[in-house]
């Protein structure tokens, strides 16, 4: 039961990534273009994406799309605000999954 429900839960949210990038990458091209390149919406747009690749287990672009998010973040708000602790706790996780894959393929 549990562990068939699990696997059915991945599989959608997967199906649902494929289908959502074309979208997330659109938003991102349009905030860049009518905001600029350092709004805090266009953080949004870079996190989202930077998930999106994450869960697509393409590690490397959701660390630049991530990376991204944190150095508008911290550029456009205070260095108190919960995004940018939030944003340094998901990178740190993700640095070390990259760290320990690139170790395992040694």
């Known amino acids: 039961g549990d562990h068939r429900?699990?696997?059915l839960s991945i599989r959608?949210?997967?199906?649902?990534?494929?289908?959502?990038r074309p979208m997330l990458l659109q938003a991102l091209a349009l905030r860049e273009e009518l905001l600029g390149p350092c709004h805090p919406d266009v953080a949004v747009s870079c996190h989202n994406l930077g998930i999106l690749?994450?869960?697509?287990g393409q590690l490397t672009q959701a660390e630049e799309l991530?990376?991204?998010?944190?150095s508008i973040c911290t550029q456009t708000l205070l260095p108190t605000?919960?995004?940018?602790?939030?944003?340094?706790?998901?990178?740190?996780?993700?640095?070390?999954?990259?760290?320990?894959?690139?170790?395992?393929?040694?």
């Open 12 to 20: 959608r949210q997967r199906q649902m990534c494929i289908r959502d």
């Open 5 to 7: 429900d699990l696997h």
């Open 53 to 56: 690749f994450f869960m697509q």
């Open 66 to 70: 991530l990376t991204r998010a944190l």
């Open 81 to 106: 605000h919960p995004d940018i602790a939030m944003l340094q706790q998901k990178l740190s996780f993700l640095r070390t999954l990259l760290l320990s894959s690139s170790f395992n393929q040694l």
